[in-house]
Structures are given as C-alpha cells and as structure tokens.
C-alpha cells in the first residue's frame, strides 16, 4: 500500500483480515492482541490510518472501523 509506512499496512490488512473472517471490524483489543501491542498503540495506529483515508471510524462505538481506501476495500 503506498505511502503507508510497514507498520501502517500491518494494522490495515489485520483489520481487513478480520473483517474477512469475522464479517464484523475488530475492537481496539482484537488489534492489539493478533499484533502483539498495547491498546494506546491500537489508537494512535488507527487516528494515523484516519488521517490518510484508509479507514474511518466512528468514536464510542466498538467495532465501527470500517475500510474506506487502499487495496481491497
């Protein structure tokens, strides 16, 4: 995915991999425990995938990420 650093395409296509096996978007602690980090990880991942418009998200609501660009949405 272009102009996503590694670590940025990791959380995305977990989320995409989750979507797909799950057929609803993870929490912040089904991200953080498939990649081996911490929830404030999970959320500064997730405001930075924002920002470039590969996800959106609504805040307050688990499982509200949604896939908006990039490879596969």
Same mark, same amino acid.
């Given at each position: 995915?272009? *102009? @996503?650093?590694? #670590? ?5 296509? /977990?989320?995409?991999?989750?979507? /797909? #096996?799950? $057929?609803?978007?993870?929490?912040? +602690?089904? @991200?953080?425990? =498939? @990649? &081996? %980090?911490? =929830?404030?990880? %999970?959320?500064?991942?997730? !405001?930075? @995938?924002? =920002? +470039? $418009? %590969?996800? !959106?998200? %609504?805040? &307050? #609501? =688990? *499982?509200?990420?949604?896939?908006? $660009? &990039? /490879? *596969?949405?």
């Amino acid at each position: 995915m272009q *102009g @996503l650093t590694k #670590r940025q395409t990791d959380y995305y296509f /977990e989320i995409k991999s989750f979507i /797909e #096996r799950h $057929g609803y978007s993870p929490t912040y +602690r089904d @991200l953080a425990k =498939a @990649l &081996g %980090v911490t =929830a404030p990880s %999970v959320k500064k991942a997730i !405001d930075q @995938l924002m =920002a +470039r $418009g %590969v996800i !959106d998200k %609504v805040y &307050g #609501r =688990a *499982g509200s990420i949604t896939l908006i $660009g &990039g /490879e *596969g949405s």
